[in-house]
């Protein structure tokens, strides 16, 4: 009977916490939805201009809105550079720190280690951009002869992204391998496997929703970066696949047209909130398929 008349007692605190969590909700769906439509409805200026065109907007490789070239393929290809050779060497690295944290290291070498990835996740990212460009971009060049690679380069921005989200990939990781019951692991050494049979037959396939959502989620945070490619990366929109070329990602050209002297309701204001809006449609898309991911690949174990 306590208990009964416990459970019909009425907790204003708990009500409270409910009603803030609820909140909280109804907000960030409320800043999703002004997000987009104020991106949307500056970016409908930009298109409802008699020179602009989607066909050009997605066909022409040249931007330079003052002139009329609206071909937002050539800051989308340095997006895409940049974003490939900073997962390209996040992910193994990422993947690699993750199972060793995981399946091999003491509590002592962890205790250690992890402190040292979150360091490194909170470096801000200008300082970053200049450690690419005043330390990464010299040593490359020791690589490549005459004028292969140019003082501003996707390459070397690229790879210190890569650096800059390894933590976050590493930790999603060691996550998500952390999770997989110890009986798998147990099973398998029953078994006679060894420990890194188990490590990459067992354990990580069954991580690898976890895993996947991690490397979604190192693309977006790559695809938005800005300080790192408005630094090191150039400052002029080209169209080239070449890493060793400078190049104009999509962050990097608001940032840089941004900080400018625009005039409200010019095509080159509202050219960044086309831009925007395309950004924030790719990283929807990269959300989008790391819940597909998710979902297909996720264990559920009783």
């Not at 071909?71 to 997962?87: D, M, P, R």
């Amino acid at each position: 009977m306590n208990q009964l008349d416990l459970r019909k007692k009425p907790r204003p605190g708990e009500a409270l916490v409910q009603a803030l969590l609820f909140l909280a909700g109804i907000l960030s769906i409320f800043v999703t939805i002004a997000i987009v439509y104020e991106l949307g409805k500056e970016a409908m200026l930009f298109f409802n201009d008699p020179d602009v065109t989607f066909a050009k907007f997605f066909s022409m490789t040249r931007w330079q809105p003052g002139i009329g070239q609206y071909g937002i393929i050539a800051l989308v290809s340095a997006t895409l550079v940049t974003s490939a050779i900073a997962i390209l060497i996040a992910l193994p690295l990422g993947l690699f720190s993750a199972i060793f944290l995981s399946e091999y290291a003491s509590l002592r070498a962890r205790s250690v280690l992890k402190p040292i990835l979150e360091i490194l996740a909170g470096i801000p990212t200008v300082v970053y951009g200049y450690f690419a460009l005043l330390f990464v971009t010299p040593i490359l060049k020791l690589f490549f002869s005459g004028d292969q690679l140019q003082s501003y380069n996707m390459l070397s921005a690229g790879l210190v992204m890569g650096i800059m989200i390894l933590p976050l990939i590493a930790s999603m990781s060691e996550d998500a391998l952390s999770a997989v019951p110890r009986s798998l692991r147990e099973g398998a050494y029953a078994m006679g496997a060894t420990k890194l049979e188990t490590s990459v037959q067992i354990v990580l396939p069954a991580a690898l929703s976890g895993i996947g959502a991690a490397v979604i989620v190192g693309i977006s945070r790559a695809v938005g970066e800005t300080m790192i490619v408005a630094v090191a990366a150039g400052a002029g929109p080209n169209f080239s696949f070449n890493p060793l070329d400078a190049a104009e990602t999509m962050t990097g050209h608001i940032a840089r047209i941004s900080g400018g002297d625009l005039s409200y309701n010019t095509i080159d204001y509202t050219s960044l909130f086309a831009i925007a809006l395309m950004l924030f449609l790719v990283t929807l898309v990269l959300n989008l398929i790391s819940q597909r991911v998710v979902n297909r690949f996720r264990e559920r174990y009783e």
